[in-house]
């Protein structure tokens, strides 16, 4: 998955907690995010970069939790993020596991036919 198909995926599943997600497809909606976020605060437009931390707020939930879901894990793991620094350790370890090959019971195999 590109950066922009990532970035596109991402926002048409706004609130979509079901399904499984690329590896690719969330790590590229995290460069974005902070690449985004990083712009704004470099020019000084703080009261922005708030305003788009809140708008992406959910969609990096979501796709979080989809890629827990590409692991075969519940989405309730992301509570991991509410532990400072060992929780996010063990999320990023999490996310930069290969998926389960084959469908599993969040669904098909979302890397199906494909050659990323």
Same mark, same amino acid.
């Given at each position: @998955? +590109?950066?922009?198909?990532?970035? =596109?995926?991402?926002?048409? =599943?706004?609130? +979509?907690? /079901?399904?499984?997600?690329?590896?690719?497809?969330?790590?590229?909606?995290?460069?974005?995010?902070?690449?985004?976020?990083? $712009?704004?605060?470099?020019?000084?437009?703080?009261?922005?970069?708030?305003?788009?931390?809140?708008?992406?707020?959910?969609?990096?939930?979501? $796709?979080? $939790?989809?890629?827990?879901?590409?692991? +075969?894990?519940?989405?309730?793991?992301?509570?991991?993020?509410?532990?400072?620094?060992?929780?996010?350790?063990?999320?990023?370890?999490?996310?930069?596991?290969?998926? /389960?090959?084959?469908?599993?019971?969040?669904?098909?195999?979302? @890397?199906?036919?494909? /050659? +990323?």
């Amino acid at each position: @998955m +590109d950066f922009q198909t990532s970035i =596109k995926t991402c926002f048409q =599943k706004y609130a +979509d907690f /079901t399904g499984r997600a690329r590896r690719s497809e969330l790590w590229w909606f995290v460069l974005f995010t902070v690449a985004v976020n990083f $712009v704004l605060q470099l020019v000084g437009l703080e009261a922005l970069a708030g305003l788009f931390a809140l708008a992406v707020l959910i969609p990096s939930i979501a $796709v979080g $939790v989809r890629r827990l879901h590409d692991l +075969d894990r519940t989405g309730w793991w992301y509570l991991l993020v509410l532990l400072p620094v060992i929780g996010w350790l063990v999320l990023i370890f999490f996310y930069i596991q290969p998926g /389960t090959t084959g469908e599993n019971r969040f669904g098909p195999d979302p @890397m199906a036919g494909s /050659t +990323d």
